[in-house]
């Protein structure tokens, strides 16, 4: 079965300094990964996808992912980070069983970022 | 332009009763998603329609839960007596599709729905 698992349910980091949201997955086939941004009654975000070609995927609001074929890894990162960038992010992964483009969640990790 | 919306915000009903929860789609969007999101949970996926067909249901959990999206655009998501296990945040998303192609999901910002 297609899954993403991420091992931390929060992650804290002070203003300015790089972050990393961690997110490995479990496919058949080549994955097709995802990552969304939730903030507080709101719905999710889109912030960027890999589907094939380079490692490194540049997203929305300087937010970018290196994915890791060896590592089965597709982890979020930003250089610098922003108190505006406190949010619930989610990892996704399109379950290609059926041949359709359900995304199946991982159960998010909560990033807070300090002034 | 406009995003996914979703009517209402927030539902709270009794135990036993019949709900509808309304969702509009992008555009110009024929893939239309639903799923469900439990409080400290991600997104669970219940159904989704190509057009006005139902074309991957096997997210719903049971026969109490329904969907039509009888004209390829406006959709509704219909729970008949409801329990308080179904209260959580329903989010409907859509997309463009095409053979092959993995284009991204737009989402709504959900209805809360609280059973009592």
């Known amino acids: 079965a297609q899954s993403v698992a991420q091992p931390e349910d929060q992650v804290n980091v002070a203003e300015g300094n790089p972050l990393t949201v961690k997110c490995t997955y479990s496919?058949?086939?080549?994955?097709?990964l995802f990552w969304y941004v939730q903030y507080p009654n709101r719905g999710l975000q889109f912030l960027l996808k890999?589907?094939?070609?380079?490692?490194l995927v540049k997203g929305s609001y300087g937010f970018e992912a290196e994915f890791n074929k060896s590592q089965t890894s597709f982890h979020l990162k930003k250089p610098s980070a922003l108190v505006s960038d406190s949010a619930l992010y989610f990892c996704?992964?399109?379950?290609?069983?059926?041949?359709?483009?359900?995304?199946?969640f991982g159960t998010g990790t909560r990033l807070l970022v300090s002034p | 332009g406009a995003g996914v919306s979703q009517t209402p915000s927030n539902k709270v009903t009794e135990k036993g009763k019949y709900v509808e929860l309304r969702c509009d789609p992008i555009?110009?969007?024929?893939?239309l998603y639903w799923y469900r999101q439990s409080l400290g949970q991600g997104p669970e996926f219940l159904i989704y329609?190509?057009?006005?067909?139902?074309?991957?249901d096997s997210g719903l959990p049971n026969d109490r839960f329904f969907a039509v999206r009888p004209e390829g655009s406006v959709s509704t998501l219909k729970i008949q007596r409801t329990e308080r296990g179904d209260s959580a945040v329903y989010l409907c998303?859509?997309?463009?599709?095409?053979?092959?192609?993995?284009?991204?999901?737009?989402f709504g910002p959900g209805t809360r729905l609280t059973v009592t």
């Open positions: 998303a859509s997309s463009l599709t095409a053979a092959g192609v993995s284009y991204e999901q737009y």
């Open positions: 496919v058949s086939g080549n994955p097709y």
């Open positions: 996704a992964v399109r379950d290609i069983r059926t041949g359709f483009q359900k995304l199946v």
């Open positions: 329609f190509q057009g006005t067909g139902a074309a991957d």
């Open positions: 890999y589907i094939t070609g380079d490692n």
């Open positions: 555009s110009g969007h024929t893939a």
